[in-house]
Nanobody
Framework: QVRLVESGGGLVQTGDSLRLSCAAS???????MGWFRQAPGKEREFVAD????????NYADFVKGRFTISRDITENTVDLRMNSLKPEDTAVYYC??????????????WGQGTQVTVSS
């Protein structure tokens, strides 16, 4: 069983930056990891993912150029750096881990989520 713990959410203003971090235990060295989000009244959606060492990444179109995912295999963490935040980025952000299939994360484990609120 893999435990994922997110941190770094909060309340920011439009245009601000925020960094989310997710720590995995036990070590998930060969797992892909990534981020999803769920806004009120909407389904959970993919944000970004990366393979086991961060060498291969994918992003949702609505975050390309603004968000960056990175992986630290020594610390067993995955971060999501979010720049130029918009009110529509407001959501609960979830960390996920699982195998990398067809060059995409197949989530098997989820964190509890961290709230990101962007005020206009």
């Amino acid at each position: 069983q893999v435990r994922l713990v997110e941190s770094g959410g909060g309340l920011v203003q439009t245009g601000d930056s925020l960094r989310l971090s997710c720590a995995a235990s036990p070590r998930t060295l060969y797992y892909a990891m990534g981020w999803f989000r769920q806004a009120p009244g909407k389904e959970r959606e993919f944000v970004a993912d990366c393979d086991w060492n961060g060498g291969s990444t994918n992003y949702a179109d609505f975050v390309k150029g603004r968000f960056t995912i990175s992986r630290d295999i020594t610390e067993n963490t995955v971060d999501l750096r979010m720049n130029s935040l918009k009110p529509e980025d407001t959501a609960v952000y979830y960390c996920a881990a699982g195998p990398f299939q067809n060059r995409r994360l197949l989530p098997e484990y989820w964190g509890q989520g961290t709230q990101v609120t962007v005020s206009s």
